[in-house]
């Protein structure tokens, strides 16, 4: 029999790795200049923490969600995004107490499940890299937050990028454009694509995000929800707009975008590049926005709430799209070639002073010759080599050569175990 990985996974092997390992780095680097310390959730929760938060009309629920029941018949389901799971956290380990410092940030990464068509940048197991902040309902917070989400794309090298905002006002709002919309819809509602009807009465907020042509067609006149916003609402969206302004952050506004949750309101936008990955379209690489009244939703006080998510896989297209390639270096600072069985347990003892001295060593584990080796040292880009035969180790020596400049000098062994730094001084 042979076995393969799932549909819809990856094999993420050795070369690829040190790839997502850098992204996560510069992620994590860049989150602890702004004060996010880092959230780990279980990969599994409760159904209902993403039934209850998502919205019952939503694509993830209805058709995405990887649930079952386990053998206590409890209805379980793989996460299918970050926030819901980090928000059931905050509010079961009360994080929003008096005493705790606001907002409270935090940040996640890790794998997400869907099932969806496969395809480029979209997989059945994905990774997200997201921060979530609480207890704020402050327009500088939004800022902020879209800020530190520009600073990452750009920290590897992004630069043709373009923010995308709207706003869904508040619950009034909401409401007053969900009527509006329903209105405007109800004269197309045999038109529309079998989910639009489901969705036209329980969410129609949700047409505006359908992927269907011609749903597509019957929305493009649709009202948009600009102009039903309270003055609340447009306080907070023109705060933010300025202040985004006065950072010269460029943006546009899209009165049409929705995002696919149902808990989002006010504030929501998304991050697009035009990477040749996606045929040069404008693709989403980050998105997010504010989610205040979800933390009630699940059971905690009333507390705003904001954050976005940005898909690994996604991501590294982009970068493997760029003008050269995310190319990373994987240096060697020192490879020990030893000649002869008898150096065998000396070589080795090399290697591992040279590790605990804070150098990336290694030997060779085949008995090759030292021609053999020397090459192996070349293909590893290895800095230096140190040599070790027979009268070598009587000696208590070994030969320490410059792999760039080909020089080569005698050093004794003890100095290379006290300090080898200070041979290469």
């Avoid at 959730?41 to 938060?53: A, N």
């Avoid at 890790?110 to 979209?122: A, K, L």
């Avoid at 000098?409 to 730094?421: E, Q, R």
Wanted: charged residues 30%; hydrophobic residues 35%.
């Amino acid at each position: 029999m042979k076995y393969q990985r799932p549909k819809g996974t990856a094999d993420i092997l050795p070369a690829e790795s040190a790839k997502w390992q850098y992204v996560e780095a510069k992620a994590r680097e860049l989150f602890k200049k702004y004060r996010y310390h880092e959230m780990r959730t279980p990969i599994f929760e409760s159904f209902e923490v993403f039934s209850r938060t998502s919205g019952e009309t939503s694509d993830i629920v209805t058709k995405e969600m990887y649930d079952f029941y386990d053998k206590g018949e409890r209805h379980i389901t793989l996460r299918p995004e970050g926030t819901a799971g980090v928000v059931r956290s905050f509010v079961e380990n009360k994080l929003y107490g008096p005493e705790l410092q606001k907002p409270v940030k935090t940040y996640y990464m890790g794998p997400m499940f869907r099932y969806e068509r496969p395809q480029s940048g979209r997989l059945r197991e994905f990774h997200q890299i997201g921060v979530e902040a609480f207890g704020v309902d402050s327009p500088a917070l939004d800022v902020e937050v879209i800020a530190m989400a520009i600073d990452l794309l750009e920290s590897f090298g992004l630069d043709s990028l373009k923010l995308a905002l709207n706003t869904l006002g508040d619950n009034e709002s909401r409401q007053a454009y969900r009527q509006a919309l329903i209105d405007y819809l109800e004269p197309f509602a045999d038109q529309l694509s079998d989910d639009s009807k489901e969705r036209l009465h329980k969410n129609p907020l949700r047409v505006l995000d359908s992927k269907d042509k011609k749903d597509q067609e019957i929305v493009a006149d649709a009202p948009s929800i600009l102009d039903y916003l309270t003055p609340a609402a447009t306080e907070h969206f023109e705060t933010l707009k300025k202040l985004l302004d006065d950072l010269g952050i460029k943006y546009e506004v899209d009165p049409n975008m929705v995002r696919g949750l149902d808990y989002y309101n006010h504030t929501i936008f998304e991050i697009m590049s035009d990477s040749k990955a996606f045929g040069g379209k404008w693709t989403t690489v980050c998105a997010g926005g504010r989610y205040n009244g979800l933390v009630e939703q699940l059971g905690g006080p009333e507390t705003p709430g904001i954050g976005f998510g940005l898909g690994v896989e996604r991501l590294l297209l982009v970068l493997d799209a760029t003008e050269n390639g995310l190319q990373l270096e994987d240096p060697l600072d020192v490879y020990v070639v030893g000649i002869g069985q008898s150096v065998n347990a000396e070589t080795l003892k090399l290697v591992q002073s040279l590790r605990h001295q804070g150098f990336s060593a290694d030997r060779d584990y085949l008995d090759r010759k030292p021609k053999g080796q020397f090459k192996t040292a070349s293909r590893l880009n290895a800095k230096y080599t140190l040599t070790l035969g027979e009268t070598e180790l009587a000696e208590q020596k070994a030969n320490l050569k410059s792999m760039e400049t080909g020089e080569e000098i005698s050093v004794s062994l003890a100095d290379i175990y006290a300090n080898f730094a200070g041979l290469l001084a």
